[in-house]
C-alpha cells in the first residue's frame, strides 16, 4: 500500500475522563502550562539583589515591554493591572507554537490498532484552543470598556439614536467588534496550522535537506503570531477606554 500526506484537521482523542474527551491538544495545553510554570518557578528562586548577566537581559527585557504598555495605554496603573495578561497570552501561544516543533514530540504516541496517535499536537491548531483564546481575550476588552468608560457611554459607541448615519456607523462598529472573536482565533489557527502542513509536505518530499529551515522559519512565524495576538488585543483594550467623541 502506497503512504501519502496525512493531514488531520480536528485532534486526536486519546481518551476520556469522566466522560469528557482528552484530546492530545488537551494533553499539550497542560504541558504548556506545567513548562510555564515551572520555568517561573525556576526564575523566580534564581533571582538576586545583585543580578548577573542572564537576570539583567530579563528584566530589561520585562521593563521594555512592560514600559510599552504603559505608553500604548498611557498609563501606569493601567500597565500594571493589564501587563500580566498580554505577558501570559503571549507565553502561552509561543510556548505551545514553540513546542511542537521540539524534535521527537510527534514521534511519542499510542497505538490505536496499527496507528500511532501522537500524545502532543501543537495547540494553536485546535480551533476550539484558539476561539477561546479570542473569547477570553474579546471579554476582557469589553468589560475593560465598560469598567473604565461607563456602560452607558460604550454602549453609545455601538447603538448611536442621534441621527441615520451615526445609527448605521454604529451598527457596523458593533459588527467590528463581534467579528474579532472570528479574525483572532482563524488568524492563530490558520497560520498555525498551515505551517503543520508545511513541515509534513516538505518533509514527505524533501526528507533529508528541507525541513530544518522550514521549522526555523515556523517558529519565526509562531513568534510573530504570538506577539501580533497580544498585541492586537492590547491595542483593542487601548480603543475600549477610549471616550467617543
Same mark, same amino acid.
Request: proline share 4%; charged share 10%.
Given at each position: 500500500?502506497?503512504? $501519502?500526506?496525512?493531514?488531520?484537521? +480536528?485532534?486526536?482523542?486519546?481518551?476520556?475522563?469522566? $466522560?469528557?474527551?482528552?484530546?492530545?491538544?488537551?494533553?499539550?495545553?497542560? !504541558?504548556?502550562?506545567?513548562?510555564?510554570? !515551572?520555568?517561573?518557578?525556576?526564575?523566580?528562586?534564581? %533571582?538576586?539583589?545583585?543580578?548577573?548577566?542572564?537576570?539583567?537581559?530579563?528584566?530589561?527585557?520585562?521593563?521594555?515591554?512592560?514600559?510599552?504598555? !504603559?505608553?500604548?495605554?498611557?498609563?501606569?496603573?493601567? +500597565?500594571?493591572?493589564?501587563?500580566?495578561?498580554?505577558?501570559?497570552?503571549?507565553?502561552?501561544?509561543?510556548?505551545?507554537?514553540?513546542?511542537? &516543533?521540539?524534535?521527537?514530540?510527534?514521534?511519542?504516541?499510542?497505538? @490505536?490498532? @496499527?496507528?500511532?496517535?501522537?500524545?502532543?499536537?501543537?495547540?494553536?491548531?485546535?480551533?476550539?484552543?484558539?476561539?477561546?483564546? !479570542?473569547?477570553?481575550?474579546?471579554?476582557?476588552?469589553?468589560?475593560?470598556?465598560?469598567?473604565?468608560?461607563?456602560?452607558?457611554?460604550?454602549?453609545?459607541?455601538?447603538?448611536?439614536?442621534?441621527?441615520?448615519?451615526?445609527?448605521?456607523?454604529? %451598527?457596523?462598529?458593533?459588527?467590528?467588534?463581534?467579528?474579532?472573536?472570528?479574525?483572532?482565533? &482563524?488568524?492563530?489557527? $490558520?497560520?498555525?496550522? +498551515? $505551517?503543520?502542513?508545511?513541515?509534513?509536505?516538505?518533509?514527505?518530499?524533501?526528507?533529508?535537506? +528541507?525541513?530544518?529551515?522550514?521549522?526555523?522559519?515556523?517558529?519565526?512565524?509562531?513568534?510573530?503570531?504570538?506577539?501580533?495576538?497580544?498585541?492586537?488585543?492590547?491595542?483593542?483594550?487601548?480603543?475600549?477606554?477610549?471616550?467617543? @467623541?
Amino acid at each position: 500500500m502506497h503512504e $501519502g500526506i496525512t493531514v488531520v484537521l +480536528a485532534p486526536e482523542i486519546l481518551g476520556t475522563l469522566w $466522560g469528557i474527551p482528552i484530546t492530545n491538544t488537551l494533553l499539550t495545553s497542560w !504541558a504548556v502550562i506545567a513548562l510555564l510554570v !515551572a520555568v517561573a518557578f525556576f526564575v523566580g528562586k534564581r %533571582i538576586n539583589m545583585t543580578p548577573g548577566r542572564f537576570q539583567l537581559l530579563f528584566e530589561w527585557l520585562v521593563s521594555f515591554i512592560y514600559d510599552y504598555v !504603559a505608553e500604548t495605554l498611557e498609563s501606569r496603573d493601567l +500597565a500594571r493591572k493589564f501587563f500580566p495578561f498580554i505577558a501570559t497570552i503571549f507565553l502561552f501561544i509561543f510556548t505551545a507554537n514553540l513546542l511542537e &516543533f521540539t524534535p521527537g514530540i510527534g514521534s511519542i504516541g499510542i497505538f @490505536h490498532g @496499527h496507528e500511532l496517535l501522537p500524545l502532543f499536537r501543537s495547540v494553536n491548531t485546535d480551533l476550539n484552543v484558539t476561539l477561546m483564546l !479570542a473569547i477570553i481575550s474579546f471579554l476582557v476588552i469589553e468589560v475593560t470598556g465598560v469598567v473604565m468608560v461607563g456602560a452607558w457611554k460604550y454602549a453609545g459607541k455601538f447603538l448611536n439614536f442621534r441621527s441615520p448615519m451615526g445609527f448605521f456607523l454604529g %451598527i457596523i462598529e458593533l459588527f467590528s467588534e463581534i467579528g474579532r472573536i472570528i479574525s483572532f482565533s &482563524f488568524r492563530l489557527f $490558520g497560520n498555525i496550522f +498551515a $505551517g503543520e502542513v508545511l513541515i509534513l509536505v516538505v518533509t514527505y518530499f524533501l526528507p533529508y535537506a +528541507a525541513p530544518v529551515p522550514v521549522m526555523a522559519f515556523e517558529i519565526f512565524v509562531g513568534f510573530v503570531q504570538a506577539a501580533i495576538f497580544a498585541l492586537l488585543t492590547l491595542f483593542f483594550i487601548k480603543l475600549a477606554i477610549m471616550e467617543t @467623541h
